[in-house]
């Protein structure tokens, strides 16, 4: 079985434009979760999403958006990009939601210059 | 706002050796969760814990979670160089709660 897949892998961008990240679950996994990782820290949550509705809003600003399709797969958006929205974006998926363990991609390494 | 600190942030040791990594907060978790994660991958689920003084083996790594559900630690007998990895801990609040809190995390060099 094909676990949680991101695309695209690397992207980079510019200060002031805006980005969309994409994330497919593992088969049968019904919650999607985003996370942000900069160098040298762990993963922040930024989201969590189940059944299509948002159940969870880490500490970060109103330009982080997202969204969860019908077939549970999931965008990430940010708007206005920052110097410091350069990291690495992680999605994970659980069967239902809550802080179940995840089951993570590889993430998209995202580069602002 | 829960923290995890880990602990130490560096570690290098010899193939063989043994070691311990800590994770520890002020707060109380309902379970907590160990990830490895190697450069340019994403963190992989190695084992949760949820009971207090919960002792989990994983071939040789053992995990315990502490009495009062604050702490746990992550012990590796025999260390191989497949081990390298950054290693996460990440606590969950318990019902109605779907954030992971994750540490810093310890980041582990076993050299051949």
């Known amino acids: 079985d094909a676990g949680v897949t991101q695309s695209p892998t690397h992207l980079i961008k510019t200060r002031g434009q805006q980005v969309t990240l994409r994330c497919s679950p593992i088969?049968?996994?019904?919650?999607v979760s985003w996370y942000q990782q900069v160098l040298g820290q762990g993963p922040q949550f930024i989201f969590q999403?189940?059944?299509?509705?948002?159940?969870g809003r880490g500490n970060f600003p109103d330009r982080f958006s997202a969204r969860q399709f019908p077939n549970y797969s999931s965008e990430l958006n940010v708007n206005a990009l920052l110097l410091g929205d350069s990291a690495l974006y992680l999605c994970?998926?659980?069967?239902?939601?809550?802080?179940?363990?995840?089951?993570f991609g590889d993430g998209t390494r995202l580069s602002i210059l | 706002t829960q923290l995890l600190e880990q602990s130490p942030q560096f570690l290098s040791i010899q193939e063989g050796e043994n070691l311990t990594v800590y994770c520890n907060s002020s707060?109380?978790?309902?379970?907590l969760q160990w990830y490895r994660q190697e450069p340019g991958e994403g963190p992989v689920l190695l084992v949760t814990?949820?009971?207090?003084?919960e002792v989990k083996k994983l071939k040789r790594l053992t995990f315990q979670f502490g009495d009062a559900r604050k702490d746990s630690s992550l012990h590796i007998t025999a260390a191989q160089t497949g081990d390298t990895g950054l290693y996460l801990c990440?606590?969950?609040?318990?019902?109605?709660?779907?954030?992971?809190?994750f540490g810093k995390g310890t980041k582990l060099s076993v050299i051949p």
């Open positions: 994970a998926s659980s069967l239902v939601a809550g802080n179940q363990p995840q089951h």
């Open positions: 088969s049968g996994h019904k919650s």
């Open positions: 999403y189940y059944e299509k509705e948002e159940r």
């Open positions: 707060s109380v978790f309902s379970s």
């Open positions: 814990v949820v009971t207090g003084g």
């Open positions: 990440a606590g969950g609040s318990g019902a109605g709660s779907y954030q992971l809190t």
